[in-house]
């Protein structure tokens, strides 16, 4: 027996893992991963895998930085945990004034959270929170675009429009208005990104000017839609956003879990719009993949709403036992460090030209109806048929097929659906764009064939959209 088998068949005698439909593994080899170092992982029988994915979106510069190592390393001789009630400690307060100068001016004040769906919880909450603490109770609506995800638990789930992750749960889920999303994808034809993104507006200033007053806010993934397969839009459609949440008094949540920290092409993706949200969520990258932390940002105004007497009991009673654990923060602070040090932003330029140029081939693919890019993300659907973007039957799970090809590659390809993307860690090469072009292709051609079998039942739920 390989080491690989010896640990996978330990991994299924006690684990349930996550976004996967554990009957797969009958037949779907699980993949044990001994180290990682930059962008390769490496599993216990000594294969690699370039990770094009950066781990579910949250590692960004490379795997064991030894930057970011260090700083972990001296932090836990220092503090490992305190409680962040009633006291503090050096890394969160430090983070806290970089993530403050960071973000657009006037969000100054930060509340942490340990994962982006509770960041999402702690924005809704303090969303709706601060319209009772002002008096107007009755605003606790809120509004989400189509095609929408923003986590896990029942709020963040309630405010997403992913179906696969949403169905089953509708019972529990709060009423929320779903307002068309600006997806690009759906443009007619001869449309601008500019001009769809335009004209879908209409139908979120429509839901404004008839819910305002019973709306706390407005919740967007900016420019990108990202488990509801990397849909697109133009920043236009976040400035107008903006004006019409002033002009309405209603909050605008941006959920910057994903894109952030450079993912779109700026730091933030709000920066591409010149506008600031009310609330600016943030995970993921933040700590550079190495520990669980988020961070909502928020103004001082909604602050204000909270700060008062204690019998008034309006204080924000939301918690975590790990909220602000200083080896996560310290984590954050190496991150940020790498970010202001190495110039990151303008370097990804150059990667996300690169991106592009190894990938626009595919373009003339006769089963793939968009390939679409925003900074250092890139998405590929591949569609049953071209002229009318016709979707793949999701059964027929052809995403799975790549990413199964990829493996056998050495690559880490975990499509959407039918949708092939790369979110690679900031760390990667010119030449391993290119190595991962070429990997995609061979798996889209494959997937793509009139007849494709597929290693697990066809039937099953698609309960591993992520892939399949």
């Not at 390769?40 to 064991?64: C, I, M, P, Q, T």
């Not at 391993?432 to 066809?458: C, K, M, Y």
Request: aromatic letters at 8%.
């Amino acid at each position: 027996m390989s080491l690989n088998d010896h640990w996978m068949r330990r991994d299924l005698e006690v684990l349930w893992h996550p976004c996967t439909q554990m009957k797969d593994h009958e037949h779907l080899p699980l993949v044990p991963i001994k180290r990682g170092e930059g962008v390769w992982l490496e599993d216990f029988d000594g294969k690699r895998y370039l990770d094009a994915v950066s781990s579910w979106w949250v590692n960004v510069f490379g795997h064991a930085n030894p930057r970011i190592n260090q700083r972990i390393k001296d932090q836990v001789d220092q503090l490992e945990h305190v409680i962040l009630a009633g006291f503090s400690h050096q890394p969160v307060i430090e983070l806290s004034e970089r993530l403050v100068k960071l973000t657009p001016a006037g969000l100054d004040r930060v509340f942490y959270a340990d994962n982006g769906s509770s960041c999402i919880e702690v924005a809704l909450k303090m969303s709706y929170h601060y319209w009772l603490n002002v008096g107007q109770g009755q605003k606790k609506r809120f509004i989400t675009l189509t095609n929408s995800y923003h986590g896990e638990t029942i709020a963040a789930m309630s405010v997403g429009d992913v179906g696969l992750f949403t169905d089953t749960y509708k019972a529990l889920l709060l009423d929320t208005i779903k307002v068309p999303s600006p997806d690009c994808y759906l443009r007619p034809e001869g449309a601008s990104w500019e001009e769809h993104s335009r004209a879908m507006f209409a139908h979120m200033e429509q839901a404004l000017a008839e819910h305002g007053h019973e709306v706390a806010a407005v919740i967007v993934e900016p420019l990108i839609q990202g488990a509801g397969g990397m849909r697109m839009y133009h920043p236009l459609y976040l400035k107008l956003l903006r004006e019409a949440c002033d002009r309405h008094n209603v909050h605008l949540i941006h959920d910057e879990i994903a894109v952030g920290f450079g993912r779109t092409g700026s730091m933030f993706a709000c920066e591409q719009a010149g506008i600031r949200p009310d609330f600016l969520c943030l995970s993921k990258a933040l700590t550079g993949g190495y520990l669980p932390l988020a961070a909502c940002l928020t103004t001082d105004k909604v602050y204000q709403a909270f700060y008062d007497d204690y019998p008034t009991l309006r204080a924000f009673l939301h918690s975590h036992s790990y909220t602000g654990n200083p080896l996560a923060c310290a984590a954050a602070l190496a991150t940020l460090d790498i970010f202001e040090q190495d110039d990151v932003i303008n370097a990804n330029r150059a990667l996300a030209t690169h991106m592009g140029q190894a990938f626009a081939h595919l373009a003339e693919h006769p089963h793939v109806a968009e390939v679409r890019q925003t900074g250092m993300a890139l998405a590929v659907e591949m569609v049953q048929d071209k002229a009318s973007k016709t979707a793949y039957p999701w059964q027929e799970r052809r995403g799975l097929k790549v990413y199964q090809h990829a493996l056998e590659r050495g690559a880490l390809l975990r499509p959407l659906g039918n949708v092939v993307y790369l979110l690679p860690p900031y760390v990667i090469t010119a030449q391993q764009i290119d190595f991962l072009a070429e990997v995609a292709s061979e798996g889209i051609d494959l997937a793509t064939r009139s007849h494709v079998s597929v290693a697990v039942n066809p039937g099953l739920h698609p309960g591993f959209r992520d892939p399949g």
